[in-house]
């Protein structure tokens, strides 16, 4: 243990005599709250991030170098950053800064004022205790566990908290760095640090430590740069994505589950990856790797290194559920990514879809429409599922009050399901492929992929223009407004009226499909209505597949759900 580490080390203990770690601020434990003026003057290029872990002061020892260039004339940064750290210095080059640090906050001044276009490092040296995991991933931060041999198994997960609970960084989508980042992570030796991008280097950091050198050259999600350490077994082999890149394809499996994991990367990875290519796209990283790391906790999308913790078992459609999804993170999430988190259901309601569709592929229609009928009856609508207003991840996703919470996932899925059968396959997959790739022809394209922001208005166009028809109207009804659209059937002298209405009175020419004397036809909407003629409710099945997302009264509504319980 160095100096530095060994002064770290007594302090923590100090601390732990003393009084027990200060609670930490609201702010700090949110991420994507919408930025200030000060950080929104500048891009993120590069991250170098060094972290000393201390495995039995649940401590890091560290700095980290941000590398931005100046939207605007700057004289300040801002950073996001945990203010229990202790802060040794901050400097530029040669140069110490002065700088203000509150407990979410950290306001570096660069002693001169940067032009517009200007690039700069600063780099933060830094020790302390972060925060600890509660119940991960959901309830995120360092996740400090042992392997069922009792040796030491630490992990990374904190989507809802940013990345300022580990490094100083700007925690919002926007805030990702464009040209990646740099990771020197020293373990105790016999431990494994495994992370994002490629293995640079492994050296002797000294008193029986060992630094891993990670690095991505990739733009990434700031909460998807991850830490895993345990003792870990490698497991490899590689495969040809539809691009042509020879893909380095790396599970680390914590030793005690070495036959384990074997078993479940000889059942089931090549096949599932040769799906998504096939249904989606080229794989986005194949340049680095496609990496899964077996973690204390469930799961997450960690670029490269997705964490997976789901115990290698099958759901009941025959398939390990949870790294399919994290896989699916590496197109919905990775590559495209939200703009801001009012748009999260672009991650997952397109992540937990692409289950279902897997499901149709390998079972067929009765069992994709078997798993897509629960998650119908989990759609809550209390709340739009894609607000207007900028939200933060406690506000959407955590706090059932102010967000839709699980409708990201539940809402979201249907509503491609939806979506899909209204446009058609052919149509529904070229938009997907345009919003993940930016282009219907993601063969051409090489590693890496160009990752990009992405908004519900986004896909919104670009349905729109592959249908050649404005489709505003679907995405206004389903993500801007909480409650389902309703159908009323109403038997009049002329036949079977049928009538849309919506929470806010929208346009919505929803067609859909009505069995009549066992055939099969498509009835068109204008002015949200339609008429069937000379036809009675006995006369027609209407939807006869569930095909259209839509009030059923067998689905409680916000109001129902929350009468029942009290609320």
Not at 468 to 477: I, K, L, N, Q, T
Request: hydrophobic share 40%; proline share 5%; glycine share 8%.
């Amino acid at each position: 243990m160095n100096l530095k580490s060994a002064m770290l080390v007594i302090a923590v203990l100090a601390l732990a005599g003393c009084a027990a770690v200060a609670e930490r601020d609201a702010r700090l434990m949110d991420s994507g709250l919408p930025l200030s003026d000060l950080k929104r003057q500048y891009d993120v290029l590069h991250y170098t991030i060094r972290t000393d872990v201390l495995v039995e002061e649940k401590a890091i020892d560290g700095s980290a170098t941000i590398r931005f260039r100046a939207k605007a004339p700057m004289n300040s940064l801002e950073l996001h950053f945990d203010g229990e750290f202790d802060i040794r210095s901050v400097t530029r080059g040669d140069a110490a800064l002065a700088y203000e640090q509150t407990a979410w906050n950290l306001v570096i001044d660069l002693g001169a004022t940067m032009a517009a276009g200007e690039i700069a490092d600063v780099t933060v040296d830094y020790a302390g205790q972060p925060v600890e995991a509660e119940n991960p991933p959901w309830g995120g931060g360092f996740v400090w566990e042992k392997t069922p041999s009792g040796k030491p198994w630490i992990a990374t997960a904190f989507q809802g908290e940013g990345c300022d609970v580990w490094w100083p960084c700007k925690d919002h989508p926007t805030g990702e760095p464009l040209n990646g980042v740099d990771l020197f992570i020293t373990v105790p030796d016999g431990l494994t640090a495994a992370s994002n991008g490629v293995l640079q280097s492994t050296t002797d950091a000294g008193d029986g430590r060992t630094t891993f050198h990670w690095k991505t050259e990739s733009a990434i999600n700031t909460y998807g740069i991850a830490l895993n350490i345990a003792p870990y077994v490698l497991i490899e082999s590689s495969y040809t994505s539809t691009n042509g890149t020879v893909v380095p394809v790396q599970f680390w499996a914590i030793e005690d589950h070495e036959a384990e994991a074997r078993e479940l990367f000889d059942r089931e990875f090549q096949d599932i990856i040769d799906w998504f290519e096939k249904t989606v796209g080229p794989y986005p990283w194949g340049h680095e790797k496609l990496g899964i790391a077996e973690t204390p906790h469930l799961g997450m999308e960690h670029q490269t290194i997705n964490a997976y913790g789901n115990e290698f078992r099958k759901d009941e459609w025959g398939f390990d559920w949870l790294f399919h999804h994290e896989l699916a993170h590496e197109w919905f999430g990775n590559v495209m990514t939200h703009a801001t988190v009012s748009d999260m259901w672009l991650h997952e309601g397109f992540g937990a879809y692409m289950q279902a569709l897997y499901t149709r592929d390998t079972w067929g229609e009765a069992a994709y429409y078997a798993r897509m009928f629960p998650i119908l009856q989990r759609i809550r609508s209390c709340f739009a599922t894609a607000p207007v207003e900028e939200m933060s991840d406690d506000q959407l996703y955590f706090n059932t009050t102010t967000g839709p919470g699980p409708d990201i996932y539940a809402k979201g899925s249907w509503a491609m399901h939806t979506l899909r059968e209204t446009i058609g396959d052919e149509l529904f997959f070229r938009a997907v492929r345009i919003l993940v790739y930016g282009t219907d022809r993601p063969e051409t394209l090489q590693a890496p992929i160009e990752a990009r922001l992405r908004s519900t208005d986004d896909f919104a166009s670009i349905v729109s223009g592959v249908t050649g028809e404005d489709m505003s109207w679907f995405f206004d009804a389903y993500f801007r407004q909480a409650a389902l659209p309703e159908l009323a059937v109403t038997e009049t002298d002329d036949g079977l009226l049928l009538t849309w209405s919506t929470e806010q009175d929208t346009d919505f020419p929803m067609p859909i499909d009505v069995r009549i004397d066992g055939e099969l036809e498509r009835i068109e909407f204008t002015d949200n209505t339609a008429l069937i003629p000379e036809a009675t409710r006995d006369d027609v099945l209407i939807d006869p597949w569930l095909d259209v997302l839509r009030y059923f009264p067998t689905v409680p509504r916000c109001d129902e759900r929350e009468d029942a319980s009290g609320g």
